[in-house]
């Protein structure tokens, strides 16, 4: 009896994996390695004992690879000879989502960026929003947003060195690292009321004002957090195992992070003194005291100290903060009802708050016909910016993200050729990609 079923060619319907992998695996081969060229010849190379050549794939699913990035390499020996990244698997389509939503409405997908500290994500969003609709901010909503975002980075940078030091071999410090996360997610929670998808800004201020109490909490987190990190350097800047496995190790110059277009972290870590908190001051930078960490050696090493000490850096500005804070009085959110959401307050016991909450809900800041900006802030992992462009609606015409996960991913070919198999946990960790952020 014949089925009534029509047959079913899954080969021939389903032919994009296949076809995917022979066009990543034939880059591969045909790619020109700068091995022989640029680097160093074969004859420089150390002689390695295994003198098989061999394909590997790693990821995308695989704990080394910090999330779904996949690396497809070619090894001669130990030595990886050619290397070509796959990324693209967590691609959302984020840009194109923001056009269909109002400027307000987009503000949670931010948060799923970089998730590694949405805060910043949020505030690079209302900043280029309110640059694009002429907003102003109020001073000490300004104040708060700087606190916030560097609580962010610690975080952020927590991650990287608990995460980076586990995939060397040390879990003791990425525990470590653990508990003062869960620190910061408190007082997320209670600042906020999320621990991970804050959202708290808002375009033209913030969602809530911070009380006397989440102060105290940060303050008692800033004790804690630079004995800690005291001591972590302790055990970390002359420990010959840590030293040895980064050291030398995915060196760039100064010239070539420039040419890949490197940012953040990676590029001063090169000796580029590059921050846009203070060569294009953004909230209250240019009235607060902190340095731009350097180093010249341009190794994952060199990396390490770098963000070692913008944390460091990121505790004197949030001092800096709490100090001024409690000064500054004010309003938290920009009083015009056509920018900003109006107080709950407001909302609860008036008509017209009411109405306000409702129009601004539904359409939203509506900024003028044919206006455009870019705007950018220096997020932990570098120049996170947002271009916009508006037609004289609620929800933007055009929205492209520069994100500093995928710009400094450019970089990690380059870095990888050449470099030993063994080191490439150490190079995808000196990167710090959040692979949300670079698949977009």
């Not at 209302?126 to 694009?132: F, I, M, P, R, T």
């Not at 340095?291 to 994952?300: H, K, Y």
């Not at 870019?374 to 037609?391: N, Q, R, T, V």
Request: one cysteine or more; proline letters at 5%; aromatic letters at 10%.
């Amino acid at each position: 009896m014949s089925s009534i079923v029509s047959p079913f060619d899954f080969k021939e319907q389903f032919r994009f994996w296949p076809r995917h992998n022979e066009a990543l695996y034939r880059r591969l081969e045909s790619k020109h390695a700068w091995l022989e060229e640029r680097h160093r010849t074969p004859e420089d190379l150390a002689p390695d004992p295994l003198e098989n050549e061999m394909v590997l794939n790693i990821g995308p699913q695989h704990p080394a690879t910090h999330g779904v990035l996949r690396c497809a390499v070619k090894l001669d020996g130990e030595t990886i000879e050619k290397c070509v990244l796959d990324i693209g698997y967590l691609h959302r389509g984020i840009e194109k989502l923001a056009e269909a939503k109002t400027y307000q409405e987009f503000m949670p997908y931010t948060d799923r960026m970089d998730y590694l500290s949405p805060y910043s994500n949020n505030v690079a969003w209302c900043l280029a929003v309110e640059k694009l609709a002429g907003i102003e901010v109020p001073e000490r909503a300004q104040w708060i947003r700087m606190m916030m975002c560097e609580l962010a980075r610690i975080s952020a940078h927590l991650l990287w060195l608990g995460v980076g030091l586990m995939d060397a071999g040390a879990v003791s410090v990425f525990l470590w690292c653990f508990e003062h996360r869960e620190d910061i997610y408190n007082i997320f929670d209670h600042v906020t009321g999320a621990r991970l998808t804050v959202s708290h800004s808002r375009i033209g201020g913030l969602a809530s004002d911070v009380t006397d109490e989440h102060l105290a909490m940060i303050a008692a987190f800033l004790d804690k957090f630079e004995n800690s990190i005291a001591g972590w350097e302790k055990l970390l800047n002359r420990n010959r195992i840590w030293i040895d496995r980064n050291e030398g190790i995915g060196v760039l110059t100064a010239e070539e992070v420039v040419e890949l277009g490197m940012t953040g972290p990676n590029l001063r870590g090169s000796g580029v003194a590059y921050d846009i908190r203070r060569f294009e001051p953004y909230l209250k930078y240019e009235e607060v005291d902190f340095n731009i960490p350097i180093r010249t050696e341009g190794d994952s090493l060199a990396r390490y100290f770098v963000r070692m000490d913008e944390m460091k850096e990121s505790a004197r500005i949030i001092r800096q903060c709490l100090d001024r804070i409690p000064r500054v009085y004010g309003p938290i959110r920009n009083d015009d009802a056509k920018k900003a959401y109006p107080s709950k307050n407001e909302v609860y016991y008036s008509m017209e708050g009411m109405i306000h909450d409702f129009l601004y809900t539904d359409t939203g800041v509506c900024p003028p016909k044919g206006v455009w900006c870019y705007h950018a802030i220096e997020a932990p992992k570098g120049e996170l910016g947002f271009y916009l462009e508006s037609d004289g609606t609620g929800n933007p015409w055009r929205v492209r993200i520069n994100a500093p996960s995928f710009t400094n991913l450019q970089g990690l070919e380059y870095m990888m050729e050449g470099a030993m198999m063994g080191d490439m946990v150490i190079l995808i960790g000196t990167i710090d990609p959040v692979m949300g952020e670079a698949d977009k």
